[in-house]
Protein backbone atom coordinates (compact mmCIF):
# COMPACT_ATOMS: atom_id res chain seq x y z
CA UNK A 1 0.00 0.00 0.00
CA UNK A 2 2.43 2.65 1.40
CA UNK A 3 5.77 2.19 -0.91
CA UNK A 4 8.43 4.97 -1.97
CA UNK A 5 6.49 6.60 -5.21
CA UNK A 6 3.19 7.10 -2.40
CA UNK A 7 5.28 8.24 0.47
CA UNK A 8 6.80 10.88 -2.29
CA UNK A 9 3.45 12.06 -3.30
CA UNK A 10 2.71 11.91 0.45
CA UNK A 11 5.39 14.39 0.65
CA UNK A 12 4.02 16.60 -1.89
CA UNK A 13 0.97 16.76 0.70
CA UNK A 14 2.90 17.61 3.70
CA UNK A 15 4.62 20.47 1.72
CA UNK A 16 1.70 22.08 -0.15
CA UNK A 17 0.16 23.82 3.12
CA UNK A 18 3.57 24.55 4.79
CA UNK A 19 4.53 26.55 1.26
CA UNK A 20 1.52 28.27 1.14
CA UNK A 21 1.91 29.49 4.45
CA UNK A 22 5.57 30.58 3.17
CA UNK A 23 3.99 32.65 0.52
CA UNK A 24 0.93 34.06 2.43
CA UNK A 25 3.41 35.59 5.32
CA UNK A 26 6.36 37.20 4.37
CA UNK A 27 6.46 38.93 7.72
CA UNK A 28 8.03 35.35 8.83
CA UNK A 29 11.33 36.47 7.79
CA UNK A 30 11.07 40.33 7.12
CA UNK A 31 10.16 40.59 11.02
CA UNK A 32 13.46 38.48 11.53
CA UNK A 33 15.33 41.29 9.43
CA UNK A 34 15.66 39.69 6.60
CA UNK A 35 14.73 41.00 3.22
CA UNK A 36 11.45 39.78 1.63
CA UNK A 37 12.91 37.98 -1.17
CA UNK A 38 13.40 35.20 1.47
CA UNK A 39 10.27 34.82 1.72
CA UNK A 40 10.36 34.42 -2.38
CA UNK A 41 13.42 32.15 -2.35
CA UNK A 42 11.75 30.01 0.39
CA UNK A 43 8.46 29.13 -1.13
CA UNK A 44 10.27 28.67 -4.69
CA UNK A 45 12.51 26.51 -2.83
CA UNK A 46 9.67 24.10 -1.09
CA UNK A 47 7.82 24.19 -4.74
CA UNK A 48 10.71 22.80 -6.67
CA UNK A 49 11.76 20.08 -3.81
CA UNK A 50 7.97 18.83 -4.00
CA UNK A 51 7.64 19.20 -7.98
CA UNK A 52 10.86 17.28 -8.02
CA UNK A 53 8.84 14.50 -6.23
CA UNK A 54 6.30 14.39 -8.55
CA UNK A 55 8.69 13.27 -11.22
CA UNK A 56 10.58 10.79 -9.02
CA UNK A 57 7.29 9.02 -7.58
CA UNK A 58 5.96 8.14 -11.26
CA UNK A 59 9.55 7.54 -12.69
CA UNK A 60 9.89 4.74 -9.46
CA UNK A 61 5.93 3.52 -9.43
CA UNK A 62 7.13 2.39 -13.94
CA UNK A 63 10.48 1.35 -13.14
CA UNK A 64 9.91 -0.90 -9.86
CA UNK A 65 6.23 -1.87 -11.06
CA UNK A 66 5.33 -0.24 -8.09
CA UNK A 67 1.81 1.36 -9.60
CA UNK A 68 -1.00 1.08 -7.19
CA UNK A 69 -4.41 2.08 -7.12
CA UNK A 70 -3.49 4.22 -3.92
CA UNK A 71 -0.82 6.13 -6.29
CA UNK A 72 -3.42 6.66 -8.94
CA UNK A 73 -5.62 8.42 -6.98
CA UNK A 74 -2.86 10.04 -4.39
CA UNK A 75 -0.44 11.27 -6.92
CA UNK A 76 -2.75 13.01 -9.11
CA UNK A 77 -4.54 14.98 -5.53
CA UNK A 78 -0.90 15.46 -4.54
CA UNK A 79 -0.12 17.73 -7.41
CA UNK A 80 -3.17 19.72 -7.24
CA UNK A 81 -2.83 20.28 -3.78
CA UNK A 82 0.86 21.41 -4.73
CA UNK A 83 -0.88 23.37 -7.73
CA UNK A 84 -3.70 24.89 -5.80
CA UNK A 85 -1.64 25.97 -2.71
CA UNK A 86 0.57 27.76 -5.15
CA UNK A 87 -1.44 29.36 -6.83
CA UNK A 88 -3.78 30.10 -3.64
CA UNK A 89 -0.66 31.96 -2.55
CA UNK A 90 -0.13 34.00 -5.37
CA UNK A 91 -3.73 34.83 -5.63
CA UNK A 92 -3.39 36.02 -1.95
CA UNK A 93 -0.31 37.98 -2.57
CA UNK A 94 -1.30 39.56 -6.12
CA UNK A 95 -4.79 39.85 -7.05
CA UNK A 96 -3.85 40.54 -11.09
CA UNK A 97 -3.85 36.15 -11.30
CA UNK A 98 -7.14 35.75 -10.18
CA UNK A 99 -8.87 34.64 -13.44
CA UNK A 100 -5.98 32.89 -15.07
CA UNK A 101 -5.74 30.92 -11.53
CA UNK A 102 -9.62 30.55 -11.33
CA UNK A 103 -9.52 29.15 -14.77
CA UNK A 104 -6.65 26.49 -13.93
CA UNK A 105 -8.25 25.52 -10.55
CA UNK A 106 -11.61 25.01 -11.85
CA UNK A 107 -10.23 22.74 -14.41
CA UNK A 108 -8.29 21.26 -12.10
CA UNK A 109 -10.56 20.16 -9.37
CA UNK A 110 -13.04 19.21 -12.36
CA UNK A 111 -10.46 16.81 -13.81
CA UNK A 112 -9.58 15.04 -10.64
CA UNK A 113 -13.00 14.72 -10.20
CA UNK A 114 -13.31 12.73 -13.51
CA UNK A 115 -10.12 11.26 -12.67
CA UNK A 116 -11.06 9.32 -9.40
CA UNK A 117 -14.26 9.01 -11.21
CA UNK A 118 -12.60 6.98 -14.06
CA UNK A 119 -10.31 4.99 -11.53
CA UNK A 120 -13.58 3.39 -9.12
CA UNK A 121 -14.86 2.31 -13.01
CA UNK A 122 -12.13 0.45 -13.36
CA UNK A 123 -10.81 3.07 -16.26
CA UNK A 124 -7.23 3.69 -16.85
CA UNK A 125 -6.78 6.83 -18.48
CA UNK A 126 -3.56 7.90 -19.12
CA UNK A 127 -2.12 11.16 -18.91
CA UNK A 128 -1.88 13.20 -22.27
CA UNK A 129 1.40 14.76 -23.45
CA UNK A 130 -0.69 17.69 -23.50
CA UNK A 131 -1.34 17.30 -19.71
CA UNK A 132 2.43 16.50 -19.04
CA UNK A 133 3.16 19.50 -20.83
CA UNK A 134 -0.10 21.51 -19.25
CA UNK A 135 1.95 20.57 -15.99
CA UNK A 136 5.02 21.98 -16.60
CA UNK A 137 4.14 25.13 -18.03
CA UNK A 138 2.13 25.36 -14.63
CA UNK A 139 5.08 24.87 -12.86
CA UNK A 140 7.78 26.71 -14.66
CA UNK A 141 5.10 29.60 -14.45
CA UNK A 142 4.77 29.29 -10.69
CA UNK A 143 8.18 29.19 -10.27
CA UNK A 144 8.78 32.68 -12.30
CA UNK A 145 5.60 33.89 -10.10
CA UNK A 146 6.83 33.27 -6.49
CA UNK A 147 10.56 34.23 -7.85
CA UNK A 148 9.05 37.52 -9.06
CA UNK A 149 10.88 37.20 -12.54
CA UNK A 150 9.55 39.29 -15.63
CA UNK A 151 7.24 37.40 -17.87
CA UNK A 152 5.87 35.31 -14.74
CA UNK A 153 2.05 36.48 -16.04
CA UNK A 154 2.79 35.64 -20.07
CA UNK A 155 3.81 32.24 -18.64
CA UNK A 156 0.86 31.96 -16.67
CA UNK A 157 -1.49 33.04 -19.76
CA UNK A 158 -0.12 30.17 -21.73
CA UNK A 159 -0.40 27.50 -19.01
CA UNK A 160 -4.26 28.39 -19.41
CA UNK A 161 -4.20 28.08 -22.60
CA UNK A 162 -2.89 24.83 -22.17
CA UNK A 163 -4.51 23.70 -19.15
CA UNK A 164 -8.15 24.40 -21.14
CA UNK A 165 -6.73 22.12 -23.99
CA UNK A 166 -5.54 19.60 -21.91
CA UNK A 167 -8.95 19.44 -20.12
CA UNK A 168 -11.07 19.18 -23.36
CA UNK A 169 -8.59 16.17 -24.08
CA UNK A 170 -8.97 14.44 -20.98
CA UNK A 171 -12.94 14.67 -21.53
CA UNK A 172 -13.06 13.65 -24.64
CA UNK A 173 -10.75 10.38 -23.66
CA UNK A 174 -12.82 10.07 -20.46
CA UNK A 175 -16.03 9.89 -22.75
CA UNK A 176 -14.61 7.51 -24.90
CA UNK A 177 -13.19 4.66 -22.65
CA UNK A 178 -16.58 5.26 -20.54
CA UNK A 179 -18.92 4.67 -23.54
CA UNK A 180 -16.37 1.45 -24.22
CA UNK A 181 -16.31 0.11 -20.13
CA UNK A 182 -20.37 0.41 -20.42
CA UNK A 183 -21.04 -1.95 -23.26
Request: no cysteine; aromatic share 14%.
Given at each position: ?27 LFT ?133 LYS ?17
Amino acid sequence: MFNIPNLLALSRIIIAPIMLYVIITPELFTDAGMHISWSYYSAALLFVIASTTDFFDGYIARELDQITTLGKILDPLADKMLVIAAFLGLMISNSDYIWAIYIILVRELFITGLRTVAVSEGMDIAASMAGKVKTVVQMIAIGFLLMHWSGGEVLLWIAVAITLYSAFEYIFAFTKEYKRVSL
